[in-house]
């Protein structure tokens, strides 16, 4: 379990990081997530996340629209 602690992850999963967030803090957090593509794909690590948000698709380079 440390072992698995200690290294370093290739997925990081969001759930709805928007939810409980003002609109000014959605603005905010896609700057974060924009940042935070930049530094995953230097890295290696897969970014999954799950929003009803939609400005926050700009963030990431593939999305999937599963409301149709």
């Known amino acids: 379990l ?3 602690l200690l290294a370093p992850p290739n997925l990081l999963l969001m759930d709805e990081p ?3 967030l003002d609109e000014a803090s959605v603005g905010n957090l ?4 924009s940042r935070l593509r930049e530094l995953a794909g230097a890295q290696g690590l897969q970014v ?3 929003s009803h948000e939609r400005s926050i698709a700009g963030s990431f380079d593939n999305v999937i629209d599963l409301s149709r």
Request: charged share 10%.
């Open 2 to 4: 440390v072992k698995l």
């Open 18 to 20: 928007t939810v409980f």
């Open 48 to 50: 999954v996340v799950v």
């Open 30 to 33: 896609n700057g974060v997530l």
